[in-house]
């Protein structure tokens, strides 16, 4: 069964079209990259799929384990398993650490050792009394988000740019915890547009979108295509 299915989405932001019929379809257990140039609706699509208001579906579905979601809020698209993980996660002033990690693990049904969690991504236990995000760097933000995701064990957990201005010390925790996922059956989706993550995790499937639609889908060749030609004559042909 596939954990995710998008089919025929189309999206409105501020008025405008940006995604112009979107399918994708995620395998339970599977690890599925999404690239494409900047501006080509990536981001939009994660809006999308984690409810934001902004982000008007205009036509299509967004299907979850065979539930469909389009129109549901997101905290129930959380509470059915599906997670995104942002650009840039925000700081949650009053707010510490250990208490979110408690309350989210508490509310899907798994207990988690909250130190024994931040050790498995490379967080010192000291880290469980800061409040979430406040003065982390852009790493240690990546890292809890991972962090976030574990304890929560979602059924399909998008990652918009994981690997995106963070050191390879945390490229290598975010990989590992895509492996971790993967082996306990959730479904990944990565935006990214650098190889570096490739090097530690392998993809089922490569997508390439442009102007709102994926045009390419194909295995990790895609990518070295990619680097070699660029998007534009790798969609071509
Ligand atoms: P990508 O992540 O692939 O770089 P985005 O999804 O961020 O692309 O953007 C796709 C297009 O949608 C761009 O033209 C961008 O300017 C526009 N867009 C995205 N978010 C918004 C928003 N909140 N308001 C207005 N336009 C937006
Ligand atoms: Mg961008
Ligand atoms: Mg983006």
């Known amino acids: 069964m596939n954990a995710l299915e998008v089919i025929d989405l189309w999206v409105k932001v501020e008025g405008k079209e940006i995604l112009k019929g979107v399918n994708l ?17 990536k981001s939009t699509l994660a809006m999308t799929l984690a409810g934001h208001p902004k982000y008007v579906v205009e036509k299509g579905k967004i299907v979850l384990c065979g539930e469909e979601i389009t129109h549901l809020p997101p905290e129930e698209r959380a509470r059915k398993g599906l997670m995104v993980l942002f650009q840039t996660p925000p700081e949650l002033e009053g707010v510490y650490v250990a208490d979110l ?11 988690v050792d909250v130190e024994e969690l931040l050790k498995e991504v490379n967080l ?9 995000n406040k003065g982390f760097s852009g790493g240690e933000r990546k890292r809890f988000e991972t962090a976030r995701i574990l304890a929560a064990k979602p059924k399909v957990v998008v990652m918009d740019e994981p690997d995106s201005g963070v050191d390879v010390e945390s490229i290598k925790v975010i990989a590992n915890t895509i492996n971790k996922l993967l082996q306990m059956g959730t479904s ?14 392998t993809p089922h499937k490569v997508h390439v979108m442009i102007d709102g639609r994926i045009v390419k889908s194909g295995d990790i060749s895609l990518v070295e295509e990619i680097e070699k030609k660029g998007f534009k004559e790798v969609v071509m042909h």
Do not use: C, D
């Open 124 to 132: 010192p236990p000291s880290f469980a009394y800061r409040y979430v």
């Open 25 to 41: 379809n995620i395998p339970k257990g599977e690890l599925h990259i999404l690239m494409g140039p900047n501006g080509a609706g």
């Open 101 to 111: 990690i408690n309350k989210i693990s508490e509310r899907f049904g798994s207990k």
């Open 188 to 201: 990944v989706l990565v935006i990214t547009h650098y190889r570096n993550i490739l090097k530690y995790v």
